[in-house]
């Protein structure tokens, strides 16, 4: 089954740096481009926009590398 977020969810992930936190922007469903980067969303593979806490920067996840915190 596929996870499932909200937008306003507090999420973590795994960066390079090590694990960051953040939250939902917005559930991406069609094509579009991040900072030069494409992020290959669509209705059966959706993504989520994330603004990370650390940094403010935003960034396209699949649902997968996103776990859901308190």
């Known amino acids: 089954m596929e996870k499932e977020f909200k937008v306003g969810d507090k999420v973590e992930w ?3 740096q090590g694990k960051t ?11 579009m481009d ?3 980067h494409h992020v ?3 209705e059966d593979e ?3 926009l994330v603004e ?5 920067e ?6 997968d590398a996103l776990k859901k915190i308190d």
């Not at 990370?52 to 403010?56: A, F, I, L, M």
């Open 46 to 48: 959706p993504q989520y």
């Open 21 to 31: 936190t953040g939250k939902i922007k917005k559930k991406l469903i069609e094509p």
């Open 58 to 63: 935003e960034a396209a996840h699949k649902p």
């Open 40 to 42: 290959a969303a669509s």
């Open 34 to 36: 991040i900072k030069g």
């Open 14 to 16: 795994n960066t390079s």
């Open 52 to 56: 990370s806490d650390k940094s403010g």
